[in-house]
Structures are given as C-alpha cells and as structure tokens.
C-alpha cells in the first residue's frame, strides 16, 4: 500500500490526439477495476479496443493518466458527447439539450490500493478542465444501476454517486438509458441501466 508521501509524487500526464500505447493502459485498468461491483464487467481485449477506439478517432478527446514512477496506476477519459454511442446521446435529445454542448466523463479509475486519497478529484480536475477548452457548458458522467440488495455487493462498499455529488453533479433520472455488456456469470451479454449525472460549468450546479 502506497504511503501518503507516495501518493503525493504521483504524476499525472493529459493526453490529447495521440494516445498512442497509452490506451492499452486504459484497457488493463477497465478490464482489471471493471470486473469489480457494481459493473461486473466480463470484457476482453477485443471489446476493448473497440470501445477505446471511439478515444482515438474523436475530436477532442482527452486521457488523464496517474503515473507512480513509470507505471500507470490510474486514468480518465473524456470526449465531447456527441461523437459517443447513441445509446449515451438519446437521452440527452429526448430531454431538449444537445449532446455537442456536453463533455462526457467515461471513466475514472485508479488502482485499489490508490483509491481514498483524493486521487480521483485530481483526475477529474484535468478531465473537466477539457469543458472549458472546448466551450462546452455541461459535463456528464453515467453510472450503472444495482439494487440495494444485490447478491454480488460486497461488504462496506461505497457508491461513487457521494464522490460526485461532492463534486456538484446532480442525478437526473430523465437521462436513464441502457449499455449492454456480459458480466460475470453471464452466458451473454445483457442491457443494463445507466443514470446520468450532469454538471453545469462554471456554475457550481447541474441543470
């Protein structure tokens, strides 16, 4: 486990057009965090190179990744929601705002032994700094939705909705979707669902 002296060298490098090898580091981290509740994700490397494709073709796309010494320990992404799938996009239309007007947080991941020391603000800080780079208004994360009583939740886990709460996000119920993926114990993938939580720059408060 990383000492607080540790944690304090961390570098963090913000990526932008050329992710390069960068985006294999994603993928280990998606694969190795993911398969963890709530998403249970039973990914490979095929889908994931896929999925991180949408990073390497999208203008204004941006990565944030933590470094201890040489190895990456955690990352962020960030991408403007319009070059996203249409399954994120929908709920935004259908809701009257515009997907070109809001940045998309994918993800924010960290190492275990890394999380719970304010690491992931500082990675969330260089991802939305993105907004404003852009002009873009609003920033946007989504989370999976498991029942309380889920049999797979482990003991004392914390939902990520108090750290973005924190954060001045706000839940919007109205821009619930579906991604589908397998997760553990799957024969194939399912739809699961997804709420959104938005953030209006510059405000402190969501829309």
Request: aromatic share 8%; proline share 8%; with cysteine.
């Amino acid at each position: 486990m990383p000492t607080a002296d540790q944690t304090r060298s961390l570098t963090f490098d913000v990526l932008q057009d050329d992710f390069g090898p960068a985006l294999d580091e994603v993928a280990r981290l998606r694969l190795e965090l993911f398969r963890e509740f709530p998403y249970l994700y039973e990914g490979t490397a095929e889908s994931e190179a896929e999925y991180l494709r949408t990073y390497a073709l999208a203008p204004g796309a941006l990565l944030v990744l933590a470094r201890d010494g040489e190895r990456v320990v955690g990352a962020c992404t960030a991408v403007p929601l319009e070059h996203e799938v249409e399954e994120l996009q929908a709920p935004f239309r259908a809701a009257g705002l515009d997907p070109a007007q809001v940045l998309y947080i994918g993800e924010a991941l960290l190492e275990t032994e890394y999380q719970s020391r304010g690491l992931g603000g500082e990675l969330l800080d260089r991802a939305e700094a993105q907004a404003a780079a852009l002009n873009l208004p609003l920033i946007a994360a989504a989370m999976v939705q498991r029942p309380a009583d889920h049999p797979l939740m482990p003991a004392g886990w914390r939902s990520p909705r108090k750290f973005v709460d924190r954060r001045g996000y706000v839940m919007r119920p109205d821009l619930d979707t579906t991604l589908t993926w397998q997760e553990v114990g799957e024969a194939q993938p399912s739809p699961k669902p997804m709420r959104f939580w938005v953030l209006e720059r510059g405000s402190g408060s969501a829309v």
